[in-house]
């Protein structure tokens, strides 16, 4: 059972090289729920270390996507906190520090080895069937050797000195105890040439120095996570609990997305950024609740949760490890629950900017009208000006062949139009009470099917096969427009 009383200090601590992503996102939220729940902090770390891979806007689009999904930090880069700088690149002094203390107490050591040379090395090793890595010339070098070294401007690395011999345990909460032998251990690169600390060295000292408790991170790093220890151990530093999560696979469930898999998924209405779901119609609240279940889950039946629910209910022991199918119709299904559940003012401020985007000029007092009338058939919130758009036009385009009822010649349904425009006209209103008795019993008169007789309205005034309930939508638009797209009809079917 995994404890999680204690205040905890977690970080989400994303590279600014590309969108955030639902894997990312995910991170992030396990972080701020564990930091929620235990009354704890999450700290936004930004690791650019690596200036070759930095997107410029990327770090900007990380603050962005992470507060439409509600997700909020206590500390980084642009609100500050007593552990700051928090962005890596701020922070080389402070590596370069520790790399030399690893030096001097011989857990690292100062590598000349060049580029060409370790290419060789890598090569042979991959004759002799090897895996690839580093093959020891400078481990042992004096120390007098290497200030020479320096001194004569010879470019050089900060290696990692992994014990050769004997075996090293590290303990992932969802996965126990993990033991690797030290010989599979490669003497990885802590300090690139140009002076900056890799991830290794970097995440390590940050989450000691910033207090981490907790580090939740992606899979990817497991195959490095026996060093991860090592280096906290060789500082004498107390490690943080560390949880690696669960791997997104593509949603046929085979292998892992790839980057144009990715960038293609658009077509289809989905994405994987969080950057794009908005405008895909889906609410912040349906993606967390989605990502929170992919790779948690409370108990077998709940299915919706908000954030403060997930804040109550989220436990690190109830993490699944194994591998998560992405599953876009899952998300769907979140959404629609998501979107009938907010409260109508709310529906509409979040609908209003899809009509707003289409050119619609809309107004509060008709929205809200509208809002209960097709909150229960909105998928995304990105279909409301499609299906109530017609309700802002100022007139709509019926198309002719649509108006024509099945069954009857163009005369027949003209005459019908006719007699639908005659009662219209003399209504005093077009209100569901006024309007819905004289046209049902022109159905019974008539003979043809309430299908037939509304399907014919219901083109005439939106121009649309499918709508919000007609009466209802009618009572909306008012009497004389509704008049007024009826005589337009009339005027079609006359002329066929
Ligand atoms: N910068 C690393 C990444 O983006 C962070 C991993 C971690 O959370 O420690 O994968």
Not at 25 to 37: C, G, I, S, V
Request: hydrophobic letters at 40%; proline letters at 6%; a negative charge.
């Amino acid at each position: 059972m995994v404890s999680s009383s204690q205040p905890a200090r977690v970080r989400f601590a994303p590279s600014p090289t590309g969108h955030l992503h639902l894997g990312g996102a995910r991170t992030a939220l396990y972080d701020y729920l564990l930091a929620r729940q235990t009354g704890g902090q999450f700290i936004l770390r930004i690791e650019d270390s690596d200036r070759r891979r930095f997107v410029p806007g990327a770090e900007e689009e990380i603050y962005a996507s992470l507060r439409w999904l509600g997700i909020q930090w206590d500390e980084g880069p642009d609100v500050g906190g007593p552990y700051g700088p928090y962005r890596q690149s701020e922070r080389k002094e402070i590596y370069q520090k520790y790399a030399n203390e690893l030096i001097d107490s011989g857990q690292a050591f100062t590598c000349f080895c060049t580029p060409e040379r370790l290419e060789k090395v890598r090569n042979e090793q991959q004759k002799r069937k090897e895996p690839p890595h580093y093959d020891g010339t400078c481990r042992n070098l004096s120390a007098n050797e290497v200030s020479e070294r320096i001194a004569a401007g010879e470019q050089h690395v900060i290696r990692f000195k992994t014990p050769k011999e004997g075996t090293t345990t590290v303990t992932d909460l969802l996965r126990g105890d993990i033991t690797v032998e030290n010989r599979t251990l490669d003497d990885y690169i802590l300090v690139r040439s140009d002076g900056l600390a890799l991830y290794h060295l970097a995440a390590a000292v940050d989450d000691h120095l910033m207090n981490i408790t907790h580090v939740i991170r992606g899979s990817e790093w497991l195959p490095t996570f026996p060093l991860h220890g090592l280096i906290h151990r060789a500082l004498g530093w107390q490690e943080p609990e560390w949880v690696h999560l669960s791997v997104f696979l593509k949603p046929s469930g085979k292998g892992k997305m790839s980057k144009r898999e990715s960038a293609e998924l658009i077509k289809d209405g989905h994405s994987i950024f969080v950057k794009d779901l908005e405008g895909l119609g889906y609410l912040p609240e349906a993606v967390v609740n989605w990502i929170a279940l992919m790779g948690w889950s409370y108990d077998d039946h709940t299915e919706i949760f908000t954030l403060p629910d997930l804040v109550e209910k989220f436990s690190l022991d109830k993490l699944n490890p194994s591998p998560a199918a992405i599953n876009f119709t899952k998300f769907d299904h979140f959404n629609g629950l998501h979107i009938r559940a907010l409260p109508l003012n709310e529906l509409v401020r979040r609908m209003k900017p899809y009509f707003v985007e289409k050119g619609f000029q809309v107004d509060d007092a008709t929205l809200l009208k509208i809002a209960p009338i097709i909150q229960e058939r909105l998928q995304g919130m990105d279909d409301a000006p499609e299906l109530a758009g017609f309700f802002f036009k100022p007139d709509v385009n019926p198309d002719v062949a649509e108006l024509a009822i099945k069954d009857l010649t163009p005369a027949e349904s003209a005459d019908l139009a006719k007699k639908i425009l005659a009662i219209l006209e003399s209504l005093p209103d077009v209100k569901l009470e006024t309007a819905e008795p004289p046209m049902r019993k022109l159905v019974e008169q008539s003979g043809l099917k309430a299908g037939q007789v509304f399907g014919l309205m219901r083109i005439a005034i939106t121009a649309q096969r499918v709508s919000p309930p007609l009466f209802e939508s009618m009572e909306i638009i008012g009497k004389e427009k509704v008049v007024a797209r009826m005589r337009r009809a009339v005027e079609l079917l006359s002329a066929l």
